[in-house]
């Protein structure tokens, strides 16, 4: 009898010793796009998926990544000022506008991820052959606010184009990544400025030809919302590390990243991805940790130029190294 009412005392010590290991386990809210571009993203949550987390392997066993994906930066920011996201790999022109809307309080930028990786595509019937031609036309982007929504804006001002949100000298037509094809196929619309993979997609599948490519751009990078920066500090210089760990081994074994990233992306949008088409859309892409204040200069006159940025533009908290 003594020794069955042992047993049992053993174990309920052992399920409240359970109980206050999952209490104490820290969840990590960790969003990314289905894009090539989000590269790190794309394989961690791979890995994580397989049970060989990347991130979890580094962080400790206290700590749970939970994965979720967005389809453009402005619905992760969101995302993160409803207290439902804690870090995400991000385009530039969401993280900054997101940033000053806040008024620097709530978004920081915490390591680089990749930059270009983006175009300006047309059909190839030759209707559309310098900058003046694109009077009248319209151009799909993956989502209003977003870092191609910007540069498109931004640019086409540039060649003297008035453009509003909704029209003028050419029609900007924000439109899901995975939309465009289809669009472009139909002749929905003439042009789509967006990034890879379907930048590729549409050379390869649609015979789209490059009429600009935008290298001098912070494509992706990784954020994080102050509040769990505040709260995990030495949580979050471990994340950062491993992001560059991450980004190393990324760049040193391009062969066997590319293989998750096929696997993952096509878990998360139900399409499959050619191999050869991924490694031509890799060689656009820089992957990086360095996140360059010239290219942030740029970035911030882009949004102010496509008329997203107003008022203060002050990134000097923009930045954060935990």
Request: hydrophobic share 45%.
């Amino acid at each position: 009898m003594k020794k069955l009412v042992l047993i049992i005392f053993l174990s309920a010590i052992a399920c409240i010793g359970q109980i206050v290991s999952a209490q104490t386990k820290t969840i990590i809210r960790f969003g990314h796009f289905p894009n090539i571009t989000h590269a790190q993203g794309v394989i961690a949550h791979a890995l994580t998926r397989q049970g060989k987390g990347w991130f979890e392997e580094r962080l400790g066993p206290n700590v749970e990544i939970q994965w979720f994906t967005y389809n453009a930066g402005p619905s992760a920011m969101e995302a993160i000022f409803a207290g439902s996201l804690d870090l995400t790999y991000v385009g530039q022109g969401p993280a900054l506008n997101a940033h000053f809307k806040a008024n620097g309080d709530e978004i920081r930028i915490l390591a680089g991820a990749a930059n270009a990786g983006a175009a300006l595509v047309i059909k190839p019937d030759g209707v559309i052959k310098t900058a003046a031609d694109f009077r009248g036309k319209k151009i799909a982007t993956p989502q209003l606010g977003n870092t191609q929504d910007i540069s498109c804006r931004a640019w086409l001002k540039a060649q003297g184009f008035k453009v509003t949100l909704t029209g003028g000298d050419v029609i900007v037509l924000p439109t899901a990544n995975p939309d465009q094809l289809g669009l472009f196929q139909s002749g929905g619309v003439d042009a789509v400025w967006t990034v890879e993979p379907w930048v590729t997609r549409l050379e390869r599948e649609a015979k789209a030809k490059v009429f600009l490519e935008d290298t001098n751009i912070i494509t992706t990078w990784l954020a994080g919302s102050v509040k769990f920066l505040n709260a995990h500090r030495d949580l979050v210089k471990k994340i950062v590390t491993a992001n560059k760990e991450l980004t190393d081994w990324i760049q040193a074994h391009p062969d066997q990243a590319q293989k998750l990233l096929i696997s993952e992306l096509k878990e998360e949008t139900k399409a499959d991805f050619a191999p050869e088409a991924v490694a031509q859309a890799w060689k656009r892409i820089k992957f990086t940790n360095d996140v360059s204040p010239e290219l942030i200069a740029k970035a911030v006159q882009d949004g102010k130029d496509a008329g997203f940025l107003k008022g203060s533009t002050d990134t000097s908290k923009l930045l954060e190294s935990p």
